[in-house]
């Protein structure tokens, strides 16, 4: 019995959307969300944690989490470029 191999999504080794594509848009895009509340939280623009409202250091630490947020999107998004075979060799089956 053989066991099913790992595939990307839509079926095919072609689709440029693999797991770990889709899993670091995701993730990028909750962590700018995230960044972002926090940001807006130390700047007392979003009300909600009395710990937070206009604290300086969030507005700080909310846009660096936002910004590590936005380079995993990127990452996830961005094409990876295809690996070629070096000059003067041949690639046979």
Same mark, same amino acid.
């Given at each position: 019995?053989?066991? &099913?191999?790992? +595939?990307?999504?839509? =079926?095919?080794?072609? /689709? /440029?959307?693999?797991? +770990?594509?889709?899993?670091?848009?995701?993730? =990028?895009?909750?962590l700018l969300?995230?960044?972002?509340?926090?940001?807006?939280?130390?700047?007392?623009?979003?009300?909600?944690?009395?710990?937070?409202? /206009?604290n300086s /250091?969030?507005?700080?630490?909310?846009?660096?989490?936002?910004?590590?947020?936005?380079?995993?999107?990127?990452?996830?998004?961005? &094409?990876? &470029?295809?690996?070629?075979? &070096?000059?003067?060799?041949? +690639?046979q089956n």
């Amino acid at each position: 019995m053989r066991t &099913p191999k790992c +595939r990307t999504i839509g =079926g095919g080794p072609r /689709n /440029n959307l693999s797991t +770990r594509k889709i899993t670091m848009i995701l993730v =990028g895009l909750l962590l700018l969300l995230v960044g972002a509340v926090f940001a807006l939280q130390g700047d007392g623009v979003v009300g909600g944690s009395s710990l937070m409202d /206009n604290n300086s /250091n969030f507005i700080y630490i909310g846009s660096f989490v936002a910004l590590v947020g936005i380079v995993l999107a990127v990452l996830g998004i961005w &094409p990876r &470029p295809v690996m070629q075979a &070096p000059a003067g060799t041949s +690639r046979q089956n």
